[in-house]
């Protein structure tokens, strides 16, 4: 199976078809400027930020989290429309909303390492195959090629069983020019690439997921009030000023989005209309066949595929 990559007038429907296919698609030149903008905001804080320790994030690797506060471009590269749409697709039947999952910078230096591969979803306990709990994308900072760290890539491995391996004939790399982007649900196999070559890649990696899951960047945190009244409203809300459903996220007993309007705390407010109405139409999660399979013993457990908690180079 290869790894489908598609312009970036392409239809959205088009796109929506692959990535419910392939689990994964390139789309190439997806926002070229607005990526520039937002790595050149961002090299000081690379040029700051440690080495990782250990093979899983690079002894050549820099992650920096927290984009929200550090990048104004990295504003718009998250409320993208094209990514926006994908996010109603295959997270908001399962959600009445989504939320920002994780931001960050993912730069790989000569001589790391190949990541052993994973499922960012495996940071929660489901079974695979299973709904899709993160929509990831990986933006092109620089030039992604095979020889400097490309991200590693299995497509169609959403729909594997739990226990499947990716042979090495499976893995491909999304090689693409800085400004595309690479679109993965979350229960793809991937992994960040080895690099070889004598430059370096960054990519700006931002994750999306079901609004009634715990994030994997605690955004409650990283955007106080104080940072969220100066961001776009679509932004402010995915960071968690607004209700993940019908009770589902209120503060003082009310909407948390007052948190951030002029609008006083009532304490009387944990729902809309809308939202009562939307949670009425939600595909439900069934724990019974798929998700429930009891665990493996300790001893067959393969280290190599356990899911680290911090985030991964990607």
Not at 134 to 141: E, V
Not at 212 to 226: D, G, I, S
Not at 277 to 293: C, T
Request: proline letters at 7%; hydrophobic letters at 35%; glycine letters at 10%.
């Amino acid at each position: 199976m290869a790894l489908q990559r598609v312009d970036a007038d392409t239809p959205i429907d088009a796109i929506e078809a692959i990535v419910e296919a392939d689990g994964c698609v390139v789309i190439e030149n997806l926002a070229t400027d607005l990526v520039a903008r937002a790595r050149d905001e961002l090299e000081t804080h690379i040029e700051g930020a440690p080495f990782g320790p250990g093979n899983f994030h690079g002894e050549f690797a820099k992650n920096v989290e927290g984009l929200v506060g550090k990048s104004d471009a990295a504003h718009q590269l998250i409320i993208d429309d094209t990514v926006m749409a994908l996010c109603d697709r295959f997270l908001r039947p399962n959600c009445v909303n989504y939320q920002v999952n994780y931001t960050g910078i993912m730069h790989l230096e000569p001589g790391v390492e190949a990541q052993e591969v994973h499922r960012d979803a495996d940071m929660y306990p489901f079974r695979h195959p299973s709904p899709t709990t993160i929509l990831a994308t990986m933006w092109a900072g620089t030039d992604f090629t095979k020889a400097n760290g490309g991200t590693q890539v299995v497509p169609g491995s959403h729909r594997w069983e739990h226990g499947r391996k990716a042979r090495p004939d499976e893995i491909l790399y999304a090689e693409m020019p800085a400004g595309s982007i690479l679109i993965y649900l979350g229960g793809v196999v991937h992994g960040g690439g080895a690099n070889i070559s004598n430059t370096k890649r960054t990519g700006i990696s931002v994750q999306y997921s079901l609004g009634w899951l715990r994030q994997e960047e605690n955004l409650h945190l990283a955007v106080p009030p104080e940072l969220a009244r100066t961001l776009p409203d679509r932004l402010a809300r995915l960071c968690g000023y607004e209700f993940g459903g019908p009770f589902n996220g209120f503060v003082h007993g009310d909407d948390p989005h007052r948190l951030i309007e002029d609008t006083p705390l009532s304490g009387r407010c944990h729902s809309y209309p809308e939202l009562n109405d939307a949670a009425s139409k939600l595909q439900r999660f069934r724990w019974g066949d798929i998700e429930a399979v009891p665990t493996p013993p300790e001893s067959e457990i393969d280290e190599g595929n356990r899911y680290n908690t911090v985030a991964d180079m990607n």
